[in-house]
T-cell receptor, first 112, second 112 residues
């Protein structure tokens, strides 16, 4: 079945690195995504990784993909208070087209 | 370039009523997907439209329906509202395949 799992909460100190983990079930997923949601807002696409890649770096963000273990992680370097939000991992759902299956979201709290 | 626009932002309805939510995608985007976000169930896919055709549908009762117009704007309708329909309804637009899906701010529906 379709299932994406994430830990629910992460607390880090400002300036430290944050690592948010996700496991997914569909080994045929072509892309895997990270979205960010701030309070009262919609979802913002942060980054995505193609399934034939192991790593993707985009400024402070690093995505690591372990296809064997179906494990995806998002590392945020030099975490700032503005990074406090809920982070969602997502994979394409069955039936094709534009259906995404989201994890429950990881709430990142950044403290001084 | 304008983003995805959802109207209204907030809505309060009474049980048994029906409601229509609107989504205007980014110019040039022909795919619109709808999601329901609740604290208990998280983000769940409702349906996806492309060029006025529904291509994919999630596991929601028939009270949830949608349509897409020739200008790619989409509406979703919920009939015979139940308390459990209270949620944030998000729409996402993309050119076609879900390499990049951009979300609106959402419509927060409260059923009383």
């Amino acid at each position: 079945g379709e299932d994406v799992e994430q830990s629910l909460f992460l607390s880090v100190r400002e300036g430290d690195s944050s690592v948010i983990n996700c496991t997914y079930t569909d080994s045929s997923s072509t892309y895997l995504y990270w979205y960010k949601q701030e309070p009262g807002a919609g979802l913002q696409l942060l980054t995505y990784i193609f399934s034939n890649m192991d790593m993707k770096q985009d400024q402070r963000l690093t995505v690591l993909l372990n296809k064997k273990d179906k494990h995806l992680s998002l590392r945020i370097a030099d975490t700032q208070t503005g990074d406090s939000a809920i982070y969602f991992c997502a994979e394409p759902g069955s039936g094709g087209y534009n259906k995404l299956i989201f994890g429950a979201g990881t709430r990142l709290a950044v403290h001084p | 370039k304008a983003g995805v626009t959802q109207t209204p932002r907030y809505l309060i309805k009474t049980r048994g009523q029906q409601v229509t939510l609107s989504c205007s995608p980014i110019s040039g985007h022909r795919s619109v997907s709808w999601y329901q976000q609740t604290p208990g169930q998280g983000l769940q896919f409702l349906f996806e439209y492309f060029s006025e055709t529904q291509r994919n549908k999630g596991n929601f009762p028939g009270r949830f329906s949608g349509r897409q117009f020739s200008n790619s704007r989409s509406e979703m309708n919920v009939s015979t509202l139940e308390l459990g329909d209270s949620a944030l309804y998000l729409c996402a637009s993309s050119i076609d395949r879900v390499t990049e899906a951009f979300f609106g701010q959402g419509t927060r529906l409260t059923v009383v």
